[in-house]
């Protein structure tokens, strides 16, 4: 899945032939954990501006959020869907962190909501991802923009990507709805942050 807008990883004082490998395995077992999530939830994906960009939901979720220098956990107020982005290197397939991700959804071409979509920590796929509330499954449709990251690129020759705005639109996308709800866990925050109307 490369094409023009691929970024490079070619040998570089900062990239050995084998270091460059290792990225590949990375970005493999990257893969591997997208493919995971699309068995489970399915996913779409495109490629935009250097990235493979993937969007995905699921039941609405709970989660830990830092209060007071501790961890507790937070649950759904009136959400009922879960939105994931997935943010791959174009190149080597490796999640790419640190990024302003914002997401725009739209019925029959009125606009529901656009939201900043945080990173989560996951167990065995980071992503970018928040609760929403939506009127029933859909179809919807979906835009992913990505604001070039501010965080510096190492290395000469593969150092300069991700230096443009990137929009991936998915158009009929069916949402998947519902409440996951939490074993019994503390100590409880109230609501975790959902995308507003």
Same mark, same amino acid.
């Given at each position: 899945?490369?094409?023009?807008? $691929?970024?490079?990883?070619?040998?570089?004082?900062?990239?050995?032939?084998?270091?460059? !490998?290792?990225?590949?395995?990375?970005?493999?077992?990257?893969? +591997?954990?997208?493919? *995971?999530?699309?068995?489970?939830?399915?996913? /779409?994906?495109?490629?935009?501006?250097?990235?493979?960009? =993937?969007?995905? %939901?699921?039941? *609405? @979720? =709970?989660?830990? %959020?830092?209060?007071?220098?501790?961890?507790? /956990?937070?649950?759904?107020? =009136?959400?009922?869907?879960?939105?994931?982005?997935?943010?791959?290197?174009?190149?080597?397939? /490796? &999640?790419?962190?640190?990024?302003?991700?914002?997401?725009?959804?739209? %019925?029959? =071409?009125?606009? +529901?909501?656009?939201?900043?979509?945080?990173? +989560?920590?996951?167990?065995?796929?980071?992503?970018?991802?928040?609760?929403?509330?939506?009127?029933?499954?859909?179809?919807?449709?979906?835009?992913?923009?990505?604001?070039?990251? !501010? &965080?510096?690129?190492?290395?000469?020759?593969?150092?300069?990507?991700?230096?443009?705005?990137? @929009?991936?639109? &998915?158009?009929?996308?069916?949402?998947? $709805?519902?409440?996951?709800?939490?074993?019994?866990?503390?100590?409880?925050?109230? $609501?975790?942050?959902?995308?507003?109307?």
């Amino acid at each position: 899945m490369k094409d023009a807008a $691929t970024p490079p990883m070619r040998p570089s004082n900062e990239a050995t032939k084998r270091q460059r !490998d290792i990225a590949a395995v990375q970005g493999e077992a990257y893969r +591997l954990a997208v493919e *995971a999530m699309a068995v489970e939830n399915g996913i /779409r994906e495109t490629r935009a501006g250097g990235y493979v960009i =993937g969007f995905t %939901t699921e039941a *609405a @979720e =709970g989660a830990y %959020t830092p209060q007071d220098r501790q961890l507790a /956990r937070a649950e759904p107020a =009136g959400a009922n869907t879960h939105m994931e982005v997935i943010v791959a290197d174009g190149s080597d397939g /490796r &999640f790419v962190p640190q990024l302003d991700v914002t997401v725009t959804v739209l %019925t029959d =071409g009125r606009q +529901l909501f656009t939201t900043a979509v945080p990173f +989560l920590w996951h167990p065995f796929l980071y992503h970018y991802g928040i609760n929403a509330e939506v009127p029933g499954e859909g179809p919807f449709d979906v835009t992913v923009r990505i604001q070039p990251p !501010d &965080f510096m690129r190492h290395d000469p020759v593969n150092g300069q990507r991700f230096a443009e705005p990137a @929009e991936a639109a &998915f158009t009929q996308v069916r949402f998947n $709805t519902g409440v996951k709800r939490s074993p019994d866990v503390s100590p409880h925050a109230g $609501t975790v942050p959902e995308a507003s109307h």
